[in-house]
């Protein structure tokens, strides 16, 4: 994972375990974020420095997760013209890939109920 802080000043804590990224006690499934296209995920934090997802404070953190990729498999079947029918997967979410990008905090922000 890619970690930017965006200005000096101390940041909220967080870990990362397999794909789940834990910030101020937030926690973010990053493989459940994951879309065809890039998704970001912003956490804020109210004026108690209560952390949720949304825009409804001061920023805390933005994570962005890159695009699903995917790579064609053999279906073992004949399409139309009678060439190999190729099926589409999933490759998996490449986490070295993600960006955490921390803002400063002025409190220690907690997660939200």
Same mark, same amino acid.
């Given at each position: 994972?890619?970690?930017?802080? @965006? $200005?000096? +000043?101390?940041?909220? &804590? !967080?870990?990362?375990?397999?794909?789940?990224?834990?910030?101020?006690? =937030?926690? /973010? #499934?990053?493989?459940?974020?994951?879309?065809?296209?890039?998704?970001?995920?912003?956490?804020?934090?109210?004026?108690?420095?209560? @952390? $949720?997802? +949304?825009?409804?404070? &001061? !920023?805390?953190?933005?994570?962005?997760?890159?695009?699903?990729?995917? =790579?064609? /498999? #053999?279906?073992?079947?004949?399409?139309?013209?009678?060439?190999?029918?190729?099926?589409?997967?999933?490759?998996?979410?490449?986490?070295? $890939?993600?960006?955490?990008?921390?803002?400063?905090?002025?409190?220690?922000?907690?997660?939200?109920?």
């Amino acid at each position: 994972m890619i970690i930017k802080h @965006v $200005a000096s +000043g101390p940041v909220a &804590s !967080y870990s990362l375990e397999g794909l789940v990224l834990t910030v101020a006690g =937030h926690i /973010v #499934d990053l493989a459940e974020c994951q879309t065809d296209v890039i998704a970001t995920v912003d956490l804020t934090a109210d004026r108690d420095g209560v @952390v $949720a997802e +949304g825009l409804s404070g &001061s !920023y805390v953190a933005s994570v962005v997760i890159p695009p699903r990729q995917y =790579h064609f /498999v #053999d279906s073992g079947k004949l399409g139309l013209d009678d060439q190999p029918a190729m099926l589409r997967q999933a490759l998996p979410l490449n986490v070295a $890939a993600v960006q955490l990008f921390l803002w400063p905090v002025k409190n220690n922000p907690t997660q939200g109920e």
